[in-house]
């Protein structure tokens, strides 16, 4: 049974700084590209951050590229994403996945995806 759990979620104020985590289980994280997604209210769910295997990363949404950085301790078999600067706009469910058969990132958004996290919650409001 391959399971992704997120937490780190809650409320922070615009411009604070958020660490979310994605711990797996029933697998090994070090073989898989993992990716971070978010759906914003009334919003179609988005990629965000991909890191693979290797720990390389590609980014899927330009309004965070700067401001998020995804990093992976295989030691934990966790992935993470750290959020600065957060906006208002970056409130979301934040996903993380397994991307099936992938150990790199797929060059644009993908969502052939091996396993799903339930989410997090991510609201930034002053």
């Known amino acids: 049974q391959l399971q992704l759990v997120e937490s780190g979620g809650g409320l922070v104020q615009p411009g604070g700084s958020r660490r979310l985590s994605c711990a797996a289980s029933?697998?090994?994280?070090?073989?898989?590209?993992i990716g971070w997604f978010r759906q914003a209210p009334g919003k179609e769910r988005e990629g965000v951050w991909c890191i693979s295997a290797s720990g390389g990363s590609t980014n899927y949404a330009d309004s965070v590229k700067g401001r998020f950085t995804i990093s992976r301790d295989d030691a934990k078999n966790t992935v993470y994403l750290q959020m600065n600067s957060l906006k208002p706009e970056d409130t979301a469910v934040y996903y993380c996945?397994?991307?099936?058969?992938?150990?790199?990132?797929?060059?644009?958004?993908?969502?052939?995806?091996?396993?799903w996290g339930k989410g997090t919650l991510v609201t930034v409001s002053s």
């Open positions: 029933g697998f090994t994280l070090h073989y898989y590209a």
């Open positions: 996945a397994a991307y099936r058969g992938r150990t790199s990132c797929p060059p644009a958004d993908s969502y052939d995806i091996l396993s």
